[in-house]
């Protein structure tokens, strides 16, 4: 897909190939033409009950990049369907109790509960525990780091870090 192979260079390379498979069975082999804003409003309702309308809305974006790119640089269409975002709340606070924090890890296997438990210690996602490589750990000073290129556009930790328990 010409897409993929202009975009090899993006640090979310790989989670596109993993929303274009999930969009695969709806755009399949369908013509470029033949997109319109039922589809894509199908899509993005599907994904909101799926996954939620924050994640929707990542999907529908690479979408509309996709549809514009295709209209505007390989001009393989003239008109593109308008991509609408799903409504979501901007506040974005969220937090467990002990209580929940404990139960969560008493119930997981013994490895998803110590990767838990650092996640839960350093407010790290998932993505971020599980690349996180030995170089980026002081073991002596209880530390570790994300870089920026790993994480939301700022460095998470570096020197004073966060705890490593």
């Given at each position: 897909?010409q897409?993929?192979?202009?975009?090899?260079?993006?640090?979310?390379?790989?989670?596109?190939?993993?929303?274009?498979?999930?969009?695969?069975?709806?755009?399949?082999?369908?013509?470029?033409?033949?997109?319109?804003?039922?589809?894509?409003?199908?899509?993005?309702?599907?994904?909101?009950?799926e996954?939620?309308?924050?994640?929707?809305?990542?999907?529908?974006?690479?979408?509309?990049?996709i549809?514009?790119?295709?209209?505007?640089?390989?001009?393989?269409?003239?008109?593109?369907?308008?991509?609408?975002?799903?409504?979501?709340?901007?506040?974005?606070?969220?937090?467990?109790?002990?209580?929940q924090?404990?139960?969560?890890?008493?119930?997981?296997?013994?490895?998803?509960?110590?990767?838990?438990?650092?996640?839960?210690?350093?407010?790290?996602?998932?993505?971020?525990?599980?690349?996180?490589?030995?170089?980026?750990?002081?073991?002596?000073?209880?530390?570790?780091?994300?870089?920026?290129?790993?994480a939301?556009?700022?460095?998470?930790?570096?020197?004073?870090?966060?705890?490593?328990?």
């Open positions: 897909m897409w993929l192979k202009e975009t090899e260079h993006k640090a979310s390379h790989d989670k596109d190939k993993e929303i274009l498979r999930w969009l695969h069975p709806y755009f399949g082999a369908l013509k470029l033409s033949a997109v319109n804003g039922d589809l894509i409003s199908q899509i993005g309702e599907a994904k909101a009950l996954s939620g309308e924050a994640t929707a809305n990542r999907y529908l974006a690479l979408v509309r990049s549809l514009r790119r295709a209209r505007d640089e390989w001009e393989w269409v003239d008109r593109i369907p308008k991509v609408r975002l799903c409504p979501q709340s901007q506040r974005r606070v969220r937090w467990i109790t002990r209580e924090a404990e139960t969560l890890i008493t119930l997981l296997p013994a490895h998803q509960a110590a990767m838990a438990r650092f996640a839960l210690a350093t407010g790290l996602r998932q993505r971020n525990v599980c690349l996180l490589e030995w170089s980026q750990v002081d073991l002596e000073r209880k530390t570790a780091w994300v870089h920026a290129d790993q939301t556009g700022r460095t998470h930790g570096g020197p004073g870090g966060f705890p490593v328990a």
